[in-house]
């Protein structure tokens, strides 16, 4: 199964590891390859401190022997760096310790494969999935190489202050580059156009939406955005850097745990959200739904500190007023978030209202019944399965957003039954919003 160069690295060993060598690196490479460049470091690593202890069913006391067999062929074939890494220390501890405290072993070996400097970190342009598509893992491997190869030249020293951030810098600069299969742009265009697919494919599956209705949706969601676009939805959400800057170093909540009722009084005078003057007057931030959500979102955000009765800006906070595309995903994120009942309803709720059909009056029981079907393939209640009730003003907490941001047109008179009807910077946010969650990481079920 091995070429000649391998083989000639084989015969160079004693023959008593010949064997040991010759099956470890036939696992390692595919079938009649014998180019020593196709090997990664990664490849290398999760062989060494996973596949070989978990899946090769022999003793440890053999593990041991493979792995020393397998370095012996390594510095045969002039691969110093990967020889080392058989014959560590780190790798024979791992390989012992799967015997007796797997979990243990599982935690180490995570360790180990994050402070390798080859494993592709997590950045603010993407988080890998737990569950990759062939694109996005192809994707992982050509990340990883160039990695290894800042390593190997020495821009990148896993343990050297600052070689996180390097690492970083690596991986996004790779991830905005060519995608290798020229079928896209970039490699993040080729991830991301991969996960939209399936994500639109998951929603047909649960027939949340019709084909052609999915389609539709899919042919604006999936391409990156324009910079009018974003800074359109960043425009709308004013309020929200509006009240970070007026939390500013800090304002202290009331004994309740409220806003100061000053700034809630500010609010209402600037955006005029309190719709009961002037038989009422505001008197907390429970009275203006809209600044209540604000001062949510920038907690759930973590754009906001606070230490005993004392709220500030966070540093975060402070990053997203300076950077527009951080503000804009950190609320989208935010709001559309589909592990929380609140933000799988936006989803829910931006998907119907997305793929309305604008010449036909959308009420808000067609609305109802759109997030019932979103919904119920995904959340339970104790008793069973939900109901169309149980879905019914689920979407609130995106409605008040929706408000606050001027994404929702002003309801018609005395027109209650009618479903919101978004705006133009409405739908350029839920069509942001749905292109956060579609991009989104794959999480293991």
């Known amino acids: 199964m091995t070429g000649p160069a391998i083989e000639r690295a084989l015969h160079e060993l004693p023959e008593d590891t010949r064997g040991d060598?010759?099956?470890?690196?036939?696992?390692?490479?595919?079938?009649?390859?014998?180019?020593?460049?196709?090997?990664?470091?990664?490849?290398?690593?999760?062989?060494?401190?996973?596949?070989l202890p978990m899946k090769w069913l022999t003793s440890s006391a053999?593990?041991?022997?493979?792995?020393?067999?397998?370095?012996?062929?390594?510095?045969?074939?002039?691969?110093?760096?990967?020889g080392d890494l058989c014959r560590s220390p780190e790798t024979h501890a791992l390989i012992s310790r799967w015997e007796h405290d797997t979990e243990g072993a599982r935690v180490q070996f995570r360790t180990l494969m994050a402070d390798s400097g080859v494993d592709p970190p997590d950045s603010d342009l993407l988080t890998w999935g737990e569950l990759q598509t062939l694109t996005e893992h192809a994707a992982n491997l050509h990340v990883s190489h160039a990695l290894e190869k800042a390593v190997a030249e020495g821009s990148l020293v896993p343990g050297r202050r600052g070689w996180r951030s390097v690492a970083a810098s690596v991986t996004e600069r790779?991830?905005?580059?060519?995608?290798?299969?020229?079928?896209?742009?970039?490699?993040?265009?080729?991830?991301?156009?991969?996960?939209?697919?399936?994500?639109?494919?998951?929603?047909?599956?649960?027939?949340?939406?019709?084909?052609?209705?999915?389609?539709?949706?899919?042919?604006?969601?999936?391409p990156p955005p324009s910079?009018?676009?974003?800074?359109?939805?960043?425009?709308?959400?004013?309020?929200?850097?509006?009240?970070?800057?007026?939390?500013?170093?800090?304002?202290?909540?009331?004994?309740?745990?409220?806003?100061?009722?000053?700034?809630?009084?500010?609010?209402?005078?600037?955006?005029?959200?309190?719709?009961?003057?002037p038989q009422f007057s505001?008197?907390?931030?429970?009275?203006?739904?809209?600044?209540?959500?604000?001062?949510?979102?920038?907690?759930?955000?973590?754009?906001?500190?606070?230490?005993?009765?004392?709220?500030?800006?966070?540093?975060?906070?402070?990053?997203?007023?300076?950077?527009?595309?951080t503000l804009r995903r950190t609320v989208l994120t935010a709001l559309f978030d589909p592990t929380t009942w609140d933000g799988d309803a936006a989803v829910?709720?931006?998907?119907?209202?997305?793929?309305?059909?604008?010449?036909?009056p959308f009420m808000r029981g067609d609305l109802?019944?759109?997030?019932?079907?979103?919904?119920?393939?995904?959340?339970?209640?104790?008793?069973?399965?939900?109901?169309?009730?149980?879905v019914r003003g689920a979407s609130r907490r995106l409605r008040t957003a929706a408000q606050a941001?001027?994404?929702?047109?002003?309801?018609?008179?005395?027109?209650?039954?009618?479903?919101?009807?978004?705006?133009d910077v409405g739908r350029l946010a839920c069509v942001l919003g749905l292109r956060e969650v579609a991009c989104g990481q794959r999480l293991a079920p």
């Not at 053999?62 to 792995?67: C, D, K, R, S």
């Not at 019932?372 to 009730?389: K, N, P, Q, S």
């Not at 929702?408 to 008179?413: I, L, S």
Request: charged share 30%.
């Open 368 to 390: 109802d019944l759109a997030l019932h079907r979103h919904l119920r393939g995904r959340w339970r209640r104790e008793a069973g399965d939900l109901t169309v009730d149980d």
């Open 227 to 277: 910079g009018d676009v974003v800074n359109a939805v960043v425009e709308s959400l004013e309020p929200l850097a509006w009240f970070l800057n007026e939390v500013g170093d800090g304002v202290t909540m009331t004994q309740a745990g409220y806003l100061p009722r000053r700034l809630v009084l500010d609010a209402d005078e600037r955006y005029d959200w309190f719709e009961l003057k």
């Open 21 to 51: 060598a010759r099956a470890a690196i036939e696992w390692l490479l595919p079938e009649d390859d014998d180019a020593w460049e196709d090997l990664l470091q990664l490849a290398v690593q999760g062989f060494l401190w996973y596949s």
């Open 174 to 222: 790779t991830l905005r580059g060519p995608d290798p299969s020229g079928k896209r742009p970039s490699l993040l265009d080729a991830v991301e156009a991969e996960r939209c697919e399936a994500w639109f494919s998951e929603l047909r599956r649960r027939a949340v939406v019709p084909d052609d209705a999915a389609s539709a949706l899919l042919a604006r969601v999936a």
């Open 62 to 82: 053999e593990h041991h022997e493979i792995a020393w067999a397998l370095g012996d062929l390594f510095e045969a074939a002039g691969l110093v760096r990967y």
């Open 405 to 423: 941001f001027g994404w929702f047109a002003p309801a018609e008179r005395r027109a209650w039954e009618l479903a919101p009807r978004l705006t």
């Open 282 to 325: 505001v008197r907390t931030e429970h009275d203006l739904p809209e600044i209540a959500l604000l001062h949510d979102l920038a907690r759930q955000a973590r754009l906001v500190t606070l230490r005993g009765r004392r709220l500030t800006v966070s540093a975060r906070g402070r990053q997203s007023l300076d950077d527009v595309p």
């Open 348 to 360: 829910g709720a931006a998907v119907a209202l997305l793929c309305a059909d604008s010449a036909q």
